[in-house]
């Protein structure tokens, strides 16, 4: 176990589905991240909060709203996706930078398939 | 942006061969470097990080990994390989000026036959 909890492990949805991807972390840290792990291609930083708030939105298209309301948990709300959508989602937690170690942790994913 | 490019897509080695991964990044900066591991079916996992101080890192499971600045490279190694080190292994560089913002590199599936 590595402190950060995802769930559900796996979900399947149409495209015209609403669901909602959970992070969570107990390892006191102050920022966390969602990536996008595709086949074949490098994992994919989407969004980034520190201290609850957003500092980094890459260029992720809008059916995809993060969801920060603590510093222990993070979200992921979907919504009208697209087959290429389908991936491993990965949460991960850090410290902030400038308070030593700024590893980050990962979490084991939620495998996606869009419908 | 930083990029981080890892060449060796598809490794494959028979147990007790000698492995080295080359990793090279972009920024020319001060950062700070990870190696990650991810077996079948678990979360990624780190190997060994980069900070500052001696340039050769010791990780976990008998990897190593070496700083070399001029070159924008950290490469991982391990002398003898293991049928248990059958992995992907993805190359991490963040800029510490920059927020802590892992950017990855494509990853090396690593198969090792017994």
Redesign the interface.
């Given at each position: 176990e590595?402190g950060?909890t995802q769930t559900p492990r796996h979900l399947v949805m149409g495209m015209t589905n609403k669901k909602s991807l959970k992070c969570e972390q107990h390892l006191g840290h102050n920022?966390m991240?969602w990536?996008k792990q595709s086949a074949k291609?490098?994992?994919e930083?989407m969004f980034?909060y520190?201290l609850e708030e957003r500092?980094?939105n890459n260029s992720v298209p809008s059916r995809f709203s993060p969801e920060c309301p603590n510093s222990s948990h993070l979200f992921l709300h979907l919504h009208t996706l697209q087959p290429e959508d389908s991936a491993l989602y990965?949460c991960?937690s850090?410290?902030?930078?400038?308070r030593g170690n700024?590893?980050?942790?990962?979490?084991?994913?939620t495998r996606l398939t869009v419908v | 942006a930083q990029s981080v490019s890892q060449h060796n897509h598809h490794v494959i080695l028979s147990e007790a061969a000698s492995l080295e991964l080359g990793c090279n990044y972009s920024y020319g900066g001060t950062v700070n470097l990870f190696w990650y591991v991810q077996y079948p079916g678990q979360h990624l996992q780190l190997l060994l990080k980069y900070f500052s101080g001696d340039p050769l890192v010791k990780g976990i499971k008998g990897f190593e990994a070496e700083f070399i600045k001029s070159k924008f490279s950290f490469n991982l190694r391990k002398p003898s390989v293991q049928w248990s080190d059958t992995a992907e292994y993805f190359c991490a560089v963040n800029d510490p000026n920059a927020g802590n913002m892992l950017t990855f590199g494509g990853g090396t599936r690593l198969m090792v036959k017994p």
């Open positions: 590595t950060v920022a991240y990536y291609k490098p994992l930083l980034v520190s500092v980094e990965l991960a850090s410290q902030e930078p400038g700024t590893e980050a942790f990962f979490g084991q994913g | -």
